[in-house]
Nanobody
């Protein structure tokens, strides 16, 4: 059973960098052919895909966010991270980490989500 858990500050000040870590258990983040992604949901809005880092370390970000987005991983800790710079209150959302299984084109596991509020 794969489990994902988000962690990081729940409150970030405007202009700062939002950093979250996803810890994965029950499966390796280097296993073919999985993609490890971040998705967020602002209050009252739908889900928004942010980007992924895949099993080989390749990253890809949403065009609308790529200028502010960076993802990394620590394979020794089986963790991957999101860094969203220059945040504004519009970045307030519940942030989820999840796994996408390429061969079946499906998100099969999700973290529980973590609330991040951008406010001064």
């Amino acid at each position: 059973q794969v489990q994902l858990q988000e962690s990081g500050p729940g409150l970030v000040k405007p202009s700062q960098t939002l950093s979250l870590t996803c810890t994965v258990s029950g499966g390796s983040i280097t296993t073919n052919y999985y993609y490890w992604s971040w998705i967020r949901q602002p209050p009252g809005k739908g889900l928004e895909w942010i980007g992924y880092i895949n099993y080989s370390g390749t990253t890809y970000y949403s065009p609308s966010l790529k200028s502010r987005t960076s993802m990394s991983r620590d394979t020794s800790k089986n963790q991957f991270a999101l860094h969203l710079s220059s945040v504004t209150p519009e970045d307030t959302a519940v942030y989820y980490c999840d796994r996408y299984k390429g061969p079946i084109a499906s998100y099969d596991y999700w973290g529980q989500g973590t609330q991040v509020t951008v406010s001064s």
